[in-house]
């Protein structure tokens, strides 16, 4: 992520969308973000409207993060737009961010470097992403895992048919190939840093020399787990069993966590809270070791998660972000989306 500050301003550029969980703690309401954005002009009264790109400043209101979609909207009132643009200024506006562009956030009251700075911290290493390919007979599964999610993209069966005379295994490895085509289609679009590829011993055996030969031309550093199944069954396995392969790429999906939270609620020791209340009081006696929290939470309640965000950066807890997608992010749902790890119990304190 680019980032440059001044005295009252942030400029940024969003590269990728875990940029977007950093950015979604900076902008606060009563900020001003400039930025280029589409609108609705109408020229002569009754023509038909025409979207038009311009650059505006736009007094924040509150912050609209499309889990679906990857993509962060600021919602506001326009104070700055072209002279031509009649009757926009004092309307209502929503600005989606895009990536590559720069914007230029203004805070009245100045900016918090010492927060920025440690938010920044919090959040490093973002940018390192998975293409989980798993490979069984029957159809190669693909998913992208990143710092802060799992997606999963789509399976591509292995075609039974085959040519005249050509044997099973001959047949599996250029239906394979076919497959790769569309694996390649998803490198060039997501642009990992790394490949997993995974499936059982037998499988990978046979299918390496057709894995490497398609995807080594590409560039980007490839790394072989066997496990127990492929396909997608083996990209689930792979969420519990492929901590860590993640692990040595500074990626967690957080499910040994969630684990854990839920082995401290079965011995009741008090050393788990559970809900946000029960976390900010946690933040607030400095007992949180580390905040857990789902990532459709963190996106649904920003202000609250600021608040909670900036707490355990004064009190040096860690913060893991699960997805909501995963076994561990169901599992974490079930609890209301949020919890802790604390130091020590916080049920005697005041």
Known sequence: ??????KDWVDFVVENEDDLYVIYLLIEPGDIIYGWTVREFRGRE????????????????????????????????????????????????TMELSYGLEYRLVKPNGIDREFIGKVLDMFSGASISVLLVSVSMEEVAVAHIRRFGRELLGTIPIQGSGKEGEDSLDRFRRSLRNAFTQVKQWVQVRRPTHIVVVGNHMTLSIARDVINDELNK???SIIYHEQGEGGLAGIYEFERVG????????????????????????MNNGLVAVGIDEVRKALEFGAAETMIVLDETYKERGGEMRDLISMALKTRANLVIIPSSTEGGEKLRSIGGIAALLRFPISSQP
């Open 46 to 93: 009754g023509s038909r409207g025409e979207r038009v790109r311009i650059y505006v400043g736009l007094r924040v209101e509150e912050l609209e993060y499309h889990a679906f979609r990857g993509t962060l909207r600021v919602r506001g009132v326009l104070i700055e737009v072209p002279e031509w643009f009649e009757g926009a200024r004092g309307s209502h506006h």
């Open 1 to 6: 992520m680019k980032i440059d500050l001044g």
């Open 218 to 220: 590409l560039g980007i």
């Open 243 to 266: 901590v860590d392969v993640l692990r040595k790429l500074n990626i967690s999906l957080g499910q040994e966590y969630v684990d854990e939270v839920f082995n401290r609620l079965g």
